[in-house]
Structure formats: C-alpha cells, structure tokens
C-alpha cells in the first residue's frame, strides 16, 4: 500500500528529527559560548606555574626545556 509507515520507518524518522534537533541545539550552544574568553584566575594560574613538571623527563626521555621562563618576583 502507498502511504503507509511501517514501524522501521516511522522508528528512522523519529529518530532523524530528533537527532537534527539535538545538532541543532549543540550548534546553538557552541555559538554562545564560543566566543567567550577564559576566566582569569590568579591564583590557578599560580598553581599549575608551580606545578609543571618542567624538569621531568617527557614520553622520550628527555627533559622538557622551558625557552622563555617567567620572570621572578
């Protein structure tokens, strides 16, 4: 019969609409935040300045080398 759905392509379509609708949304979502910049965060900052491991071995073996170091305070 023409113009009758079976339960497949009703199931596909379904589907299909709603995974437009989430892409949709997920596209709508990455424009409003997109555009924003980090938060600034001093003290965070501080902390992982503190903690990188610059004078660890890296996956070959050899030390990482820092090339423009921060200044001391």
């Not at 001093?42 to 071995?57: G, K, S, T």
């Given at each position: 019969?023409i113009?009758?759905?079976?339960p497949?392509?009703?199931i596909?379509?379904?589907?299909s609409?709603?995974?437009?609708g989430a892409?949709?949304?997920?596209?709508?979502?990455?424009g409003?935040?997109?555009?924003?910049d980090r938060?600034?965060?001093?003290?965070?900052?501080?902390?992982?300045i503190?903690?990188?491991?610059y004078?660890?071995?890296?996956p070959?073996?050899?030390?990482a080398?820092?090339?423009?170091?921060?200044?001391e305070?």
């Amino acid at each position: 019969m023409i113009g009758v759905m079976t339960p497949f392509d009703i199931i596909v379509s379904v589907t299909s609409v709603v995974l437009a609708g989430a892409t949709v949304a997920y596209a709508a979502y990455l424009g409003r935040v997109s555009g924003r910049d980090r938060p600034h965060d001093p003290e965070r900052l501080r902390r992982f300045i503190e903690n990188a491991p610059y004078e660890q071995p890296g996956p070959s073996g050899r030390k990482a080398r820092c090339s423009n170091p921060l200044p001391e305070k």
